[in-house]
C-alpha cells in the first residue's frame, strides 16, 4: 500500500517553455500532497504544500507563479514549472499523506527536468 | 524552526558490519521522526519511523533510538548488505504539515 506515482520520470524541455508534471496517490486518499526539488548530492527542500481543493502553500523564496501547482481531487496533484530556464533543472519529487492528522509521508520516483 | 543535522555525511563499512547514522534536532515540539532510503535516481522511501513517545523502535535489521531530552536519534542498521548501499535521510517533524530534512548520510556496504 501507500504508493505514489509520478509522471513523466524524465522530461527535457527548451528555455522559455513550460512543463507539467503529475503526481498520483495509487491505493489512497491524499487529503495533502507536497513537492520537493533536489539538486544532485542535496537533501530535499519543500517546494509547497497543497490540500485538496486549496490553493497551495509555498516555502519562502520559491515563486508560486513559476511553480503553479494544482490540487484538484484526492488523488492527483500536479506541478508545472512555466517558462523554464536551465537553472530550473532539477529533481522534483512529490509526496503525499493520507490525513490532515497523520505524519506518514510517501514519497514518488521523482521526476528528473532538463531544460536546453 | 526547526533545524536537522545528521552525521556522518559518508560512511562505508563493511558487509555483515553494523552501521549507525545519528541525527540531532533543535526544536522540542518535534514528535515524529522518520528515516528515509533514497537509491540514486529514486525518490525517499521509508523505512522506519519513530513517535515522541517511544524510546526505541526495531523492524528485522533496522532499528531507530530516540532521546528526547537530547534531541537526538539513530538509525542502526546490523548485519549490513550490499543492497543496503544508498544516501539515508532523517527528518524531524514538528507538525504534520514540515517535515525537515537532515543532509543525508551515503552508505556504502563493500561486499
Known amino acids: 500500500g501507500a504508493v505514489v506515482s509520478q509522471h513523466p520520470s524524465r522530461v527535457i524541455c527548451k528555455s522559455g517553455t513550460s512543463v507539467k508534471i503529475e503526481c498520483r496517490s495509487l491505493?489512497?486518499?491524499?487529503?495533502?500532497m507536497f513537492w520537493y526539488r533536489q539538486f544532485p548530492k542535496q537533501s530535499l527542500m519543500l517546494m509547497a504544500t497543497?490540500?485538496?481543493?486549496?490553493?497551495?502553500?509555498?516555502e519562502q523564496g520559491v515563486e508560486k507563479d513559476k511553480f503553479l501547482i494544482n490540487h484538484a481531487s484526492l488523488t492527483l496533484s500536479t506541478l508545472t514549472v512555466t517558462s523554464a530556464h536551465p537553472e530550473d533543472s532539477s529533481f522534483y519529487i512529490c509526496?503525499?499523506?493520507?490525513?490532515?492528522?497523520?505524519?506518514?509521508?510517501?514519497f514518488g520516483p521523482g521526476t528528473r527536468l532538463t531544460v536546453t | 524552526g526547526e533545524n536537522v543535522e545528521q552525521h556522518p555525511s559518508t560512511l562505508s563499512v563493511q558487509e555483515g558490519d553494523s552501521a549507525v547514522i545519528k541525527c540531532t534536532y533543535s526544536?522540542?515540539?518535534?514528535?515524529?521522526f522518520p528515516w528515509y532510503k533514497q537509491e540514486l535516481g529514486k525518490g525517499p522511501q521509508l523505512i522506519i519511523d519513530i513517535r515522541s513517545n517511544v524510546g526505541e523502535k526495531k523492524d528485522q535489521r533496522i532499528a531507530v533510538t530516540l532521546n528526547k531530552t537530547a534531541k537526538h536519534f539513530s538509525l542502526h542498521i546490523t548485519e549490513t548488505q550490499p543492497e543496503d548501499s544508498a544516501v539515508y535521510f532523517c527528518?524531524?517533524?514538528?507538525?504534520?504539515?514540515?517535515?525537515?530534512f537532515g543532509p543525508g548520510t551515503s552508505l556504502s556496504v563493500i561486499p
Open positions: 497543497s490540500n485538496e481543493g486549496s490553493k497551495a502553500t509555498y
Open positions: 526544536d522540542s515540539a518535534s514528535n515524529y
Open positions: 509526496s503525499a499523506r493520507g490525513g490532515r492528522t497523520t505524519y506518514e509521508q510517501y
Open positions: 491505493d489512497f486518499q491524499a487529503t495533502t
Open positions: 527528518a524531524a517533524t514538528p507538525f504534520p504539515d514540515k517535515v525537515i
